[in-house]
């Protein structure tokens, strides 16, 4: 299974960015997605989960209102929509399938993680 991150980039603080996480050589269909980020010098965090197909969701509490994960089943893609983003937001974001259906935060519940694609926002 391969998972691509990408959509990230450099914006300013308040702007808005839609991440897309595309599964290749396999799917993501029947599996829970998740999306973390690890900023320099810091831990991978958990920032958002759905569960399949999708009526699950969980987040970070600190994107809570401004993050919202979605996935659209028949093109194999989870997306990540960011919005009134923060210079704190800045990290490398990763997917990652999970083992099962069930939407999860921890990083052991996950299977397969994308390469990560780099948002950075500037204050």
């Known amino acids: 299974v391969q998972l691509q991150a990408s959509g990230g980039g450099l914006v300013q603080a308040g702007a808005s960015l839609r991440l897309s996480c595309a599964a290749s050589?396999?799917?993501?269909?029947?599996?829970?997605v998740g999306w973390f980020r690890q900023a320099p010098g810091k831990e991978r965090e958990f920032v958002a989960g759905i569960s399949w197909p999708g009526r699950n969701t969980r987040y970070l509490k600190s994107v809570k209102g401004r993050f919202t994960i979605s996935r659209d089943n028949a093109k194999n893609t989870v997306y990540l929509q960011m919005n009134s983003l923060k210079p704190e937001d800045t990290a490398v974001y990763y997917c990652?399938?999970?083992?099962?259906?069930?939407?999860?935060?921890?990083?052991?519940?996950?299977?397969?993680w994308g390469q990560g694609t780099q948002v950075t926002v500037s204050s």
């Open positions: 050589g396999s799917t993501v269909s029947q599996y829970a």
């Open positions: 990652a399938r999970a083992r099962n259906q069930l939407v999860a935060e921890s990083l052991s519940s996950f299977e397969y």
